[in-house]
């Protein structure tokens, strides 16, 4: 059985997105088959509380346009999540993963066994089929975010630098919601704005 591509092969998009028809009567003839969500819980922590109750909202930023496997997804809400759930605690932080894997990659697998160049086609059908889904996500969007406090912060800061390696691009942990000013200068990390994507000054925080 022949082993994964690596991921370098599907990391970048520049193109229209291959997925399930999203209509009224859910259409498939555009794209069949492939293998289901590795991700299938999103959330994690506790829900109860809301995220502008938080004193700190953490995020974790990639700094390029990029596909992510449902794999990784998977990979990512697990290091974080278990691990926040034995150190701090269940009801000490708020999880969530936001891309949803939607976009289908495809493979064209060549056959491996003697004789195998007179039974397929090679590179003349090479559309390939549907061997997975993964998330599309745009240069300076949140991939997780986490809702804590001012003490827990360093342990998930060290949960999200561990989880930015799951992903094929830099990544950068930033502040995105703070309860008080004080808060947000102890935690010594950037502010950003995840709608407008971008990076919000220091002196711009000062005037507000």
């Not at 922590?45 to 346009?65: C, F, M, T, Y």
């Not at 406090?149 to 930033?174: E, F, G, H, N, Y």
């Not at 704005?193 to 000062?206: A, L, N, Q, S, T």
Request: with cysteine; hydrophobic share 35%.
């Amino acid at each position: 059985m022949a082993s994964r591509r690596p991921w370098r092969c599907y990391s970048s998009w520049s193109r229209r997105p291959y997925q399930h028809k999203r209509s009224a009567n859910h259409r498939r003839e555009y794209a069949r088959g492939g293998a289901q969500s590795k991700i299938v819980r999103f959330w994690g922590g506790n829900k109860a509380i809301p995220w502008e109750d938080w004193e700190l909202v953490v995020g974790l930023k990639v700094s390029r346009q990029i596909q992510i496997s449902s794999n990784a997804l998977e990979a990512i809400r697990i290091t974080i999540n278990s691990s926040l759930q034995n150190k701090i605690g269940r009801t000490n932080f708020r999880f969530r993963i936001r891309p949803k894997p939607f976009q289908k990659i495809r493979e064209n697998r060549m056959l491996a066994f003697a004789g195998a160049d007179r039974v397929q086609s090679g590179m003349r059908n090479s559309f390939g089929r549907s061997t997975g889904v993964c998330a599309r996500v745009r240069a300076g969007a949140i991939i997780c975010d986490v809702g804590t406090s001012l003490k827990d912060l360093p342990v998930v800061r060290d949960r999200l630098r561990i989880a930015s390696m799951k992903v094929s691009c830099l990544c950068t942990t930033v502040i995105l919601k703070y309860k008080t000013p004080e808060l947000f200068k102890q935690s010594g990390l950037p502010l950003y704005d995840d709608k407008k994507r971008r990076e919000i000054p220091m002196f711009e925080f000062v005037v507000a």
